[in-house]
């Protein structure tokens, strides 16, 4: 079929992004579904703050590629072999889908698939085929889901069924931003009731691990950021405190508020700043859990005496080392509940015509999740 597509041709264009346009608005073909794959007609897809840094460059993509990887919409079709889905469902389109058979996936870490990660650099599908092209050119796709499309040609397992009562612009934001930011609580640091929490960077995954921390009962949970119009909205979803990141002082009145520091800080923005931040303000035995993915080139120091002797640990998180089947229906029910009300991170709509001054204002950090309607 033909539709219309973001594709990003290069990587490295600089902003303003409305000028140098690193998404170009093309029809392009789309066949399938093949055997074992899923034709869904996106109805909603959020802009992530890791699409800006493929558009920067800071982690190499195979181009031209079909963007997006959070997304949601409806099962038109399916190909031959597939069950458990069916013409009509509603879907949230999530990265966090493994092969099932390699020893990740079997141990229940399907975000460290090797297939995943081999054919998420090829730009192809996890079963390995490629199902996009622009006037007869290979087209690739990213992180398997290209959701930056009026349609989607994808594989089961990326696909997670959601009640039909839950909007499909909320359900977007389940793919990428809440399953990193509520899984990076809930799976990888496992915070339980009376600890105390620090969120290192208040964007949509870091106010998503606020809600999330608020739903474990976390004692403190203390909001960090270096712009303070963050602050009251942190506030209304779970943070007990709130601290400039520019505050000479911040490690300090951290301590202060803490007694010495807390169990768990996130570091959501990966930059060198806000890792020296979280190890400032994790208590001794506490640990950081790093959420945020900088450059692939960057180099990160610690003060390593210090991790040994306050016996601290610093852990890498994954898309909140989810597994999607289990953790996005859990995380879904939250929303119904009004536990998790992640529609409040939604920062309005747009139509592809707009996906480039998109790019801009998450740059300038104005927004938090800006949704694109295909078909709007
Ligand atoms: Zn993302
Ligand atoms: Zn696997």
């Known amino acids: 079929m033909r539709m219309l ?46 699409d800006l840094s493929q558009v920067a460059g800071l982690r190499k993509r195979t181009v031209p590629v079909v963007m997006g990887h959070e997304g949601a919409g409806i099962v038109r079709e399916i190909g031959p072999g597939v069950t458990g889905l069916r013409p009509g469902d509603c879907v949230v389109m999530t990265v966090g889908a493994g092969c ?25 599908l996890l079963n390995g085929y490629r199902r996009l092209a622009c006037q007869g050119q290979p087209l690739y796709h990213h992180s398997g889901i290209s959701s930056f499309a009026q349609y989607a040609v994808t594989v089961p397992g990326t696909l997670v069924k959601v009640d039909p009562a839950v909007p499909l612009d909320v359900a977007a934001m389940f793919g990428c931003a809440v399953v990193t930011g509520a899984g990076c609580v809930f799976n990888a640091a496992r915070v339980r ?46 943070c007990t405190h709130t601290v400039n990141a520019r505050d000479p ?28 931040t979280a190890l400032a303000v994790t208590a001794k035995g506490g640990e950081v859990i790093g959420v945020g993915l900088g450059a692939s080139s960057d ?28 953790d996005l229906p859990k995380y879904l029910g939250y929303f119904m509940e009004g536990r998790l009300p992640v529609d409040r991170l939604m920062s309005g709509t747009m139509g592809f015509e707009d996906l480039n001054e998109g790019l801009d204002k998450l740059h300038e950090g104005a927004v938090l999740r800006q949704i694109l309607l295909p078909h709007a």
Request: glycine share 14%; hydrophobic share 45%; proline share 4%.
């Open 5 to 50: 597509a973001a594709v990003m041709y290069e990587q490295g264009l600089v902003a303003p992004y409305a000028h140098s346009r690193p998404l170009r608005i093309e029809e392009v073909d789309l066949e399938g579904p093949g055997p074992g794959e899923v034709l869904v007609e996106v109805r909603a897809a959020g802009l992530c703050h890791s």
């Open 100 to 124: 099932g058979e390699c020893r990740h996936c079997v141990g229940r870490r399907p975000v460290l698939c090797d297939a995943v990660g081999a054919s998420r650099s090829k730009g192809v």
């Open 193 to 238: 009731a009376g600890r105390s929490v620090a969120v290192i960077g208040l964007g949509g995954v870091g106010l998503c691990a606020v809600m999330a921390a608020r739903i474990a009962g976390a004692s403190q949970i203390i909001g960090i950021d270096i712009n303070p119009d963050k602050f009251d909205l942190a506030r209304e979803l779970g």
């Open 249 to 276: 002082h911040l490690a300090e009145a951290v301590r202060q508020v803490t007694g010495g520091g807390v169990d768990f800080a996130f570091e959501i923005s990966g930059s060198q700043a806000a890792l020296a």
């Open 299 to 326: 180099l990160f120091a610690y003060a390593h005496t210090a991790l040994v002797s306050e016996e601290k640990v610093i852990r890498g998180s994954l898309m909140g080392s989810c597994v999607p089947q289990r």
